[in-house]
């Protein structure tokens, strides 16, 4: 069993910031990448940023030089820094894990909304 669980979400205004985590738990082995998704109401889950073992790093080009993702591999956790951020950040931010190279867990998702 693994269990995958997002905090950090809540209310901000525009302009402002937020700092998601997520962290695995359970039968870990070989955490290989993290990363973060998203999904706004009405909207297919879209893609955010990745992370891998190595340190690399990929963007959505809307997140690009307001999102930054990290990781603490000793503590199994994967960080997204939101700044700058926009109403049309609004979304439930999800959060996932692969081990090797095809076994993927996620999170249940934590909701930011950014007022105007």
């Known amino acids: 069993q693994v269990q995958v669980v997002e905090s950090g979400g809540g209310l901000v205004q525009a302009g402002g910031a937020l700092r998601l985590s997520c962290a695995a738990s359970?039968?870990?082995?070989?955490?290989?990448?993290m990363g973060w998704y998203r999904q706004a109401p009405g909207k297919q889950r879209e893609f955010i940023a990745v992370i891998t073992s190595g340190g690399s790093t990929n963007y959505a080009d809307s997140v690009k030089g307001r999102l930054a993702i990290s990781r603490d591999n000793a503590k199994n956790t994967v960080y997204l820094q939101m700044n700058s951020l926009k109403p049309e950040d609004t979304a439930v931010y999800y959060c996932y894990v692969q081990m090797g190279a095809s076994r993927v867990y996620w999170g249940q998702g934590t909701q930011v909304t950014v007022s105007s």
């Open positions: 359970g039968n870990i082995f070989s955490i290989n990448v």
